[in-house]
């Protein structure tokens, strides 16, 4: 620029000073402080991006993992993870949390070594955290514990040779409907310290609601008792994001708008609504901590489109002041809710059947496909018999 300063120079320094906001500069380039951390004596709103990948749906796991017959459903989950990884390398305050090892385990042998070793850092630095971390985000309903088991093992080893960690967040977020024994599992065998998920009873939700029961401790086996109990945290609606935090790169949303260069600059409407949609998850839940699950089935396939969004709202609801927004994991919410030393209702039966309305029972799946389901138990069977077998016969 020189020392050449014309009169347009000056009326844009001007314009900026007076209508601009604090994280745009002169110069063009906006700088979001992401970094907060927990704020005593505020509601604190954990955002937790995710993305809900089935380990096949409406199309294969192949083809969600490559992202073909996409005319089925726009999926590709090479697309999320690459684009997840770039966007968390941005910023280090970002967080991304990850289930199904069966999208991540065809990911991650295709990386090169410096790819592998960025996610590394990132898995140490607690940027990317696997919850669950199983093959895949299994059934409680149909399927024998014996291959709940096995699968989780099957992702935790992947986990613990790879990363020398093991997880410690259960994510069972879609499951339709969830049992004792899975909290008897997941807290007592698999060593969780939690377990999240979204589909309970719609009339049970609403009670748990005004009773501030959608978090508990979950007592799920009469045997051990209070040694194998978990912390479940039920979601008051589902596991996407409140209406209007829905940030896939093709939806219709509003963006946090702050370029006063650019038309229907938004900062303080959109943090309004931030802040209504708070307080209105605060007014169900014990403790001044709130957990958003910023995500959904398939999301994050071009991920700065969440993350820029999330990188804007944590900076102006931060400076707005009246709650405060953070970056964060089910491991990090958790520690919260046990540093706030409050006591939770107990539960100790199961959560089925699950009906998501009136009339809307969803329990034609525990007696569908029989032949399928003998094909399944046969072939566990055979599982479980061959490394016995090897035990025996190969001293
Ligand atoms: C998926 O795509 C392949 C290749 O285009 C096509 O042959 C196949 O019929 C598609 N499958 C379905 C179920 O549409
Ligand atoms: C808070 O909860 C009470 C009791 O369930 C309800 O009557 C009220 O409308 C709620 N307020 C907000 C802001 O959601
Ligand atoms: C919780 O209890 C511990 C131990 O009594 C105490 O140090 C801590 O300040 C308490 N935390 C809150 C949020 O009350
Ligand atoms: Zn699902």
Redesign the pocket.
């Known amino acids: 620029m020189g020392t050449f300063v014309t009169p347009a120079l000056v009326f844009l320094f001007i314009f900026y000073t007076v209508c601009g906001y604090e994280a745009i500069g002169v110069n063009g380039y906006p700088k979001y402080n992401t970094g907060s951390g927990i704020v005593?004596g505020k509601l604190n709103v954990h955002l937790v991006p995710h993305s809900h990948d089935d380990v096949g749906w409406l199309k294969t796991i192949d083809q969600y993992y490559v992202g073909s017959n996409n005319s089925i459903q726009g999926a590709c989950v090479e697309n999320v993870l690459d684009s997840v990884v770039m966007s968390l390398r941005r910023d280090r305050n970002r967080k991304f949390v990850f289930a199904e090892m069966a999208f991540f385990h065809r990911w991650w042998i295709r990386q090169s070594p410096e790819i592998q070793e960025v996610v590394r850092n990132l898995v140490a630095s607690g940027q990317l955290e696997f919850v669950n971390g199983g093959w895949c985000m299994h059934d409680e309903a149909t399927c024998h514990y014996i291959d709940m088991i096995d699968q989780t093992t099957l992702g935790h080893q992947l986990i613990k040779n790879e990363f020398n960690i093991t997880p410690r967040a259960g994510w069972q977020i879609d499951p339709f409907g969830h049992s004792a024994v899975q909290a008897y599992l997941l807290g007592a065998e698999v060593g969780f310290d939690s377990v999240h998920f979204a589909r309970i009873d719609y009339q049970d939700r609403a009670k748990r609601k005004v009773d501030k029961a959608l978090e508990v401790i979950w007592r799920g086996s009469r045997t051990f008792g209070s040694s194998s109990q978990i912390f479940t945290n039920v979601f008051p609606v589902h596991y996407s994001p409140p209406n209007g935090f829905h940030f896939e790169v093709n939806d219709d949303f509003v963006p946090v708008q702050d370029d006063p260069l650019i038309f229907d600059v938004n900062v303080d409407k959109r943090v309004n609504d931030f802040i209504d949609a708070s307080i209105i998850q605060a007014n169900v839940t014990r403790t001044n901590h709130i957990m958003w699950t910023m995500g959904d089935d398939f999301q994050y396939q071009y991920a700065e489109s969440w993350f820029k969004e999330m990188d804007k709202l944590i900076h102006y609801v931060n400076k707005d002041g009246r709650v405060n927004a953070l970056y964060s994991t089910p491991s990090l919410y958790v520690d919260a809710k046990h540093?706030?030393?409050e006591s939770w209702p107990l539960k100790t039966d199961d959560f089925f059947p699950y009906a998501d309305d009136e009339n809307a029972y969803w329990t034609g799946f525990f007696t569908s496909r029989p032949a399928f389901k003998r094909y399944v138990r046969v072939l566990s069977g055979y599982y479980l018999v061959s490394p016995i077998s090897f035990f025996l016969l190969v001293p």
Do not use: D, I
Request: charged letters at 25%.
């Open positions: 005593e540093a706030a030393n």
